[in-house]
């Protein structure tokens, strides 16, 4: 039984990423209210009552904002490295003894045949971390929420068959917009956010002939556009010589719209 995922939501207002194979349901990440996780759930045609487990990649709201109430209604394990539960416990409310698992950093676990690696990221969090997904030959990356994209990072990605990837925002839109300086800062610092030009760098050192899909994800409404991320990266990458559209092919997240399910 292959892999198949899908982005259930991605961006600054909350996130969540599903992947399955056969009885095996992961949600990762639970950032959005547990009525519109639910609702991204039955877009691709998944009962939240057949869900196994959820991982937690950080503390941040808009990545447990409904974790607590997923976890209660469906009796669902919570798995998440000790830092980050000390920093999230409290905004989850009441969990049984037996919801509460550690996930180490730079640790692999096996659920249900899949086998999930956890790596660190420089993100402004407690103990920050992604996930690679691994079956039958299948490797599946999840890499957002971080500030630059470190050489032990990419040795861990390379080669995956599938990658959701950060590009979250235009550098020139972030810098002419809105926001107080203080908050730029953050996000254009190094344990802030990844921009598009930055994306497609990163993809050009880890995409291989077994790549075939890139999700743009996290995209920042105020400082990003869908057409601009794609565009931005497309162009890095055809610069440095990779086929997008008929080989690879890019797609969007949304922070509404589930992606359709796709078997790796």
Partial sequence: MTMQFSVLASGSTGNAFYIESGEEKI???AGLSGKKIEGLLQQVN???KTLSRILVTHEHSDHIK???????RYNLPIYANEKTWK??????GKLSLDQKFYFNMEQTQNFGGIDVESFAVSHDAADPMFYIFRKDGKKVSLVTDLGYVSERIKKSVEGSDAFVFESNHDVSMLRMGRYPWNVKRRILGDSGHVSN???GLALTDVM?????RVYLAHLSLDNNMKDLAKMSVKNVLEERGFEIGSRIQLHDTDPVTA????KV
């Fill in 208 to 212: 291989d002939d077994r790549t075939k």
């Fill in 259 to 262: 992606t359709p399910l796709y």
């Fill in 27 to 29: 949600l990762v990440d």
């Fill in 46 to 48: 998944i009962d939240p």
């Fill in 87 to 92: 920093a999230m416990e409290g905004q989850l």
């Fill in 66 to 72: 409904g974790l607590g109430i997923m976890a209660r």
């Fill in 197 to 199: 030009e930055d994306c």
